[in-house]
Every structure is written in C-alpha cells, then in structure tokens.
C-alpha cells in the first residue's frame, strides 16, 4: 500500500486511472447483481403464475398457459418447410419417391398411401387424411397419435379401448401430440402414459419406475417410436416384441414362435412382417445411445431466455439446428457436421437400394414359381427366406433416422436382408430352371407409383371416392 502511495504521489494521474478503475467494476458488480434479482424475479413470477392443470387435460394450448416458451416453440412443429437430403419436415409421397415400396407391400394398407410424417403437430390430421384408414383399423392405431389417448385410456380402461374401432373413436380424438403424452400435469415430471412400453419391461423383469431423469428423456419417446404389433385377433392390444431381446433377429424369433403374419403378399404368397418404426431400438445401438445421449438432447435442446433455462419443444431433426444440437458435444465446422451425417444415410440408403431390387424381384420369380404349378412344400423354405430378407429391410427403411442413429448395426441388418433375398433368388433359380422358365423373369413396368398399383390392383381415384365420410364415422380433415 506504501508503494502504491508513493507512486500515487509521485504520478497523481495513477490515482485517477484506479478511481475510474474502481468505479467501472463497482459498476459492473452491481449490474451482474441487478440482472441475478431480475432473473429470480421472474423465475419466481412464472411459478407464482402456473395454473392448476387437470389431470389427463389432452388441450396442448392449456398446458401453454402455464408454460408459454414450451408451448410456442412446440407450435414451431407446424412449420414444414425444412427438408434435409433424406428427411425433414416436408411432407413427401415415398411411394411416388420410390416405386418399388408398392410391390413389396402388395395387398397390404401401405402400398395404398405411405407418406413422409410431417412431425408431431399433424399426427392427427395425417393419419385421418392417409388412405391407409380406408380399411377398416382398430382404434389400438390412435395410441400413438394423442394426447386423448391417456384420457380414453384411463376413462374406458386399456383392454376396452383397444377393443373399439379406430373410427368409433375419431370424434374424441382431436388433440396432436403434446405436453401430457410425457409431462405428469401436477409435477412435469416425465412419465409414461402408454401401457405397452410399461408392459414390455416388466416382462424382461425391469422396473421402469427406477429409470433415471437421463433415461426419462427417451424413454417417454420409446412409447411410441418402437417396433410393435396387435396381439389377439379380437383384443387388439397393442404389445412391444421384446421378450427375447431388441435386435431384428430377437423380435423375429419372437413373431415365429407365435406363427405371426401381418399379411399374405399378394404376389409371391409369402407370409410377411411389416415393421413400424423400430426407432429406439436401433438407437440403443448406436453411440450416442453408448454415450447416453438421449433423443432430446439432439432433437429437442435446451434453450434459454431471460432467466429461463427450458427445453425447445420444437422436435425436429438437429441438422435444422445443428448449432444447438450437434454442436453443443461437437467442434466442427456446421458443414463438416452435415456431411459426417449425409455421408452415413448416403451409405445406407445405397444398400436399401440394392436390398428393394433383389425383394422386388423375387416377389416377381415367386409368382412365376406358383404359376407353374410348384408345390406348397416347395416354396415353404423360398418364401420365408423372402419373409426373413424383406423384415430386414423393413426394420431400417421404417425407422426415422436409423441410418444415422446406428448406421453399422443398419448395415449389418441390410446385408442380411441382400443376402436372404439372394439366396431366395438362389432356389427360385433353381426350381424354375427346372419348371423350363427362361431366366431372367421379365419384370413388368412399375417405374411409377400409378404403374405399381394399376399393376397390383389399385385403383386410386376410385378409392379416393368411396372413401368413408363423416357419416360413417370418419371425418375429413383439411391439409
């Protein structure tokens, strides 16, 4: 202090510059002060302000009174113009994308309507408007649609809801996804609305009331992005295949043993499995999962504003937000980011590719094989190795994200498609060759969507017409 005295003396101007010095950081003290009481003060109105919320209250807009950040950015989730190199939120007809989807679903809903979902905000509207509930559907198919669902679930008890037509319910069920499908309205603690996620541990002698918060935050998405089924022929209750395990071969072991068939397809007769979207299943192979990165960690970040900390309820794919999703873990460049990923679903999409091409053709080779006359015993072993290649490939194509998610266990699973559908082809070969059939089959023209169902029997415009209307218990939902 004598030293800095001294100097003081010796240099008055010294004494002015810490005077100055002095009152800038009292200054900035008591301006970080101001902004703390600032931020607790209105930290502290938003809790004074929060509504009681009703207990199975399916009104996303109420929740967002009390909650007005969540609540705007998940009305952000109609927006949908992002479109990446293989997904995003732009609504697009795959069957015209890819023609060959109609012939590998021949006879099933699918081949009719299949498009690119739009993301949460529409899954109401998308799934009234698709032409896939022109057959008849059970209303075990609006479970993961609503948040009406728990409401109905717990006012009719879940046996009883599953049992209903899926149009016996379409005038209660009105709201999309949203807050109470994950949120416990009293607390906003996660939970799990939907009984078959719950079922599905406790049949692998797991409690998933001991998941931690971590866990949570995919878990409450692994209610609906999963593989599952409708067991019973009346029930219709909906069950997750995961007692042997959650591998594509696990859950292929477990429909065999059942004898389970989706549907017969119409042009080869081969018994066939439809996968949903096996999402977390294939995410738990993949290293974010090894890391334990959950789903809304990269699809769902945090974001603050003012003194709020809260999680951005637009869902969507991170590359729309990749400086607050890729890039919190990440040091490189946006660029560099997109093409680590495009350069995974590239690949993967190359083998889908190759595995549709050889399904295609031995559903093709098939018909001819019963044409001429080949036995039921004979086709046995050549039909469920199309059955067996053709749920491979339907595992990966029917997830959202995969590709990315876990491209070597994608890889390792469409190369066991190929070469099921080779080996097929294989005994195909074979059989015919002995039937006198020339090889190769000639492949009729599908190089459309219109071209692929004329050929299978689909007449569009006229099943657009005869399509049920309100009077019959649907209701026609506007784009």
């Known amino acids: 202090m004598k030293k800095i005295s001294e100097a003081v003396k010796e240099k008055p101007w010294i004494g002015w510059v810490l005077y100055f010095i ?44 009390n909650y007005p950040r969540e609540y705007e950015t998940y009305l952000k989730t109609g927006d949908t113009n992002f479109a990446s190199k293989h997904g995003g939120s732009v ?10 989807l109609v012939i590998l679903w021949a006879g099933y809903a699918f081949s009719r309507d299949y498009k690119q979902g739009r993301g949460h905000y529409y ?27 728990p409401r109905l679930i717990n006012q009719m008890g879940v046996n009883e809801f599953y049992k209903k037509t899926w149009a016996e319910l ?10 109470q499908d994950c949120h416990d309205p009293k607390t906003m603690n996660l939970r799990i609305t939907r009984p078959a996620l719950k079922e599905a541990f406790q049949r692998q002698g797991k409690d998933i009331t001991q998941a931690t918060h971590q866990e949570m935050r995919f878990l409450v998405c692994a209610q609906c992005h999963v593989e599952y089924y409708f067991k019973g022929k009346d029930e219709k209750y909906l069950t997750f295949p995961w007692d042997n395990g959650l591998t594509v071969e696990n859950m292929e072991r477990y429909y065999d043993s059942l004898g389970y068939t989706d549907w017969i397809h119409t042009i080869s007769k081969a018994p066939m499995l439809k996968a949903q979207h096996p999402d977390f299943e294939l995410y738990k192979f993949g290293i974010h999962a ?11 970040p945090y974001k603050s504003e003012g003194g709020v900390k809260f999680t951005n309820h637009h869902v969507q794919s991170p590359l729309n937000n990749i400086s607050n999703s890729c890039a919190i873990c990440h040091r490189e460049s946006e660029e560099e980011l997109k093409k680590n990923v495009y350069d995974r679903q590239d690949k993967i999409f190359e083998l889908s590719h ?28 050549i039909l469920n190795l199309i059955r067996q290649a053709q749920w491979r490939w339907d595992f990966v194509a029917a997830s959202h994200g995969g590709s990315f998610h876990a491209p070597l266990e994608c890889a390792r699973i469409l190369g066991n498609s190929i070469l099921k559908a080779e080996e097929a082809r294989t005994k195909l070969a074979e059989l015919l060759s002995r039937k006198g059939v020339q090889l190769p089959v000639q492949i009729p023209d599908i190089a459309t969507k219109e071209k692929a169902q004329l050929y299978i029997g689909l007449n569009i415009d006229s099943l657009k017409k005869t399509r049920p209307d309100f009077s019959s218990g649907f209701s026609k939902v506007n784009n």
């Open 22 to 65: 002095t009152i800038i950081v009292v200054f900035l003290i008591g301006l970080l002060g101001s902004s703390i009481i600032e931020r607790r003060v209105e930290y502290t109105q938003i809790i004074q302000t929060v509504k009681p919320i009703a207990d199975w209250e399916p009104r996303n807009e109420v929740w967002g009174e």
């Open 91 to 100: 609504m697009v007809d795959m069957l015209d994308r890819y023609p060959d």
């Open 123 to 149: 899954a109401v509207k998308d799934v009234v408007n698709t032409l896939r509930t022109g057959v008849p559907q059970p209303a075990t198919c609006w479970t993961c649609k609503s948040t009406d669902v």
């Open 170 to 179: 379409l005038n209660e069920v009105k709201n999309p996804i949203g807050c």
């Open 290 to 300: 090894e890391r334990q990165i959950s789903c809304t960690d990269c699809h769902m």
């Open 354 to 381: 190759l595995a549709t091409t050889s399904l295609v053709k031995a559903h093709f080779e098939a018909k001819i094989a019963w044409e001429k006359g080949t036995t039921e015993e004979e086709m046995k072993s």
